[in-house]
């Protein structure tokens, strides 16, 4: 019964991509909230059999036009990660509750990933010991992976404290050099 609506937004979206396909920008991200933070909120057939392939459709035009498509959602959607892949997706951004190592296992070397094993709630109300072993997991992981970008799931929130944010940034950059 919500197919009428879905339809209605891929019509809409779908006139959009085919507009950037004649940009200049190489690089497209498609952000669909299309789960929650537990996963999937319909039926895993409703995202295979309605949604995801309304996502092929709609990256038609930018694979023509030699774009890149990289496909984010807040959430858990590792489920559907084959899928989005087979749909064309060049890439994923993601949050840490994507089983990180999983992800970078599965596409370390044919997608692009953003994301990593660091969460900002924990930044944002956990210990300094919980964010440096993020860290130290992202990095383990990042060997692995041909196109990773590192970024804290959720991203840096304002009410992230000085003090933490001066300590990820110092120790993250500081790994790096290594």
């Not at 009428?4 to 498609?30: G, P, Y």
């Not at 909120?41 to 774009?67: C, N, S």
Request: proline residues 3%; contains cysteine.
């Amino acid at each position: 019964r919500m197919e009428k609506v879905f339809d209605s937004f891929f019509r809409f979206t779908l006139h959009h991509m085919e507009a950037w396909s004649q940009t200049s920008a190489e690089v497209i991200i498609q952000h669909d909230d299309f789960v929650w933070t537990s996963g999937p909120f319909m039926h895993p057939d409703v995202y295979r059999q309605v949604i995801i392939p309304r996502y092929r459709e709609l990256w038609k035009p930018l694979h023509t036009a030699g774009k890149r498509v990289l496909f984010c959602s807040d959430g858990t959607f590792i489920e559907f990660m084959d899928d989005l892949a087979d749909a064309g997706a060049d890439g994923f951004i993601f949050e840490p509750s994507n089983d990180f190592a999983s992800v970078v296992e599965r596409y370390g070397s044919s997608h692009v990933l953003i994301g990593s094993a660091v969460d900002c709630r924990d930044m944002t109300f956990g210990s300094w010991e919980t964010v440096r072993r993020g860290i130290d997991h992202t990095l383990a992981l990042a060997a692995k992976s041909d196109g990773l970008i590192i970024a804290v799931g959720n991203h840096i929130p304002a009410n992230v404290r000085d003090d933490m944010l001066e300590k990820y940034l110092t120790y993250l950059v500081s790994r790096l050099e290594r």
